[in-house]
C-alpha cells in the first residue's frame, strides 16, 4: 500500500467543504504538491509522476486542481481523455498500459487516477489483477476493461 509523506505545516491548513464536511486541505497530498512536480497542467487538472514507482518505469497521476471527492461524468470523461492523450507520449514505450479505478487509493478524498504500464515484474503486479482497469493498446490503438479475476476484455476485431 502506498503512502504518501505528509508535512503538517499548521499555519498552510485550509479548509474545503465537500458533500457537508470539511476537509483540512493542508493535509492533503495531492493539494500539496510541488508546482516542480507537476509535468503537465491544464484548466482543471494537473499531470504529475506519483511518489512510488512500484518498479514501473512510468507511473503517473492525473488529479483535480481543486480538493474535490467526487465529479460529474462529464468531468471525469474530460479526465480519462486527457489522461489518454498525456499516457499516449509517456506510455511510448511499451504495447500496453492501464487507467486504474481507485479502489487502492491511499488519498479517497481528492478526486484522482492512477496509469502505468502493465510489467509483470513490478512490484504491484498483483494489486493491478485486483484492480477494475481500463487497457490501452498503443499498437492496436483500441481500448480494453478488465476486471478481477477476468481475463481482459479484448475489443472486437475492426472491419476493413
Known sequence: MEILALSWDKHSISGATIAGSTQAVGFCP??????????????????????????????????????????????????????????????SYTDKWAIFEPVYATVPDHWHRVASDLDKNAEDHAQILKTPRMIIDNCQGTLSRAYPGDEPVEPAAKSR
Open 30 to 91: 495531492l493539494c500539496r504538491i510541488s508546482q516542480g512536480e507537476v509535468l503537465a497542467e491544464f484548466q482543471r487538472w494537473k499531470l504529475a509522476r506519483t511518489k512510488t514507482m512500484k518498479g514501473h518505469r512510468e507511473r503517473l497521476m492525473l488529479f483535480h486542481k481543486d480538493h474535490v471527492k467526487t465529479l460529474d461524468e462529464g468531468s471525469i470523461g474530460e479526465a480519462y481523455l486527457l489522461l489518454m492523450k498525456a499516457g499516449s507520449k509517456f506510455f
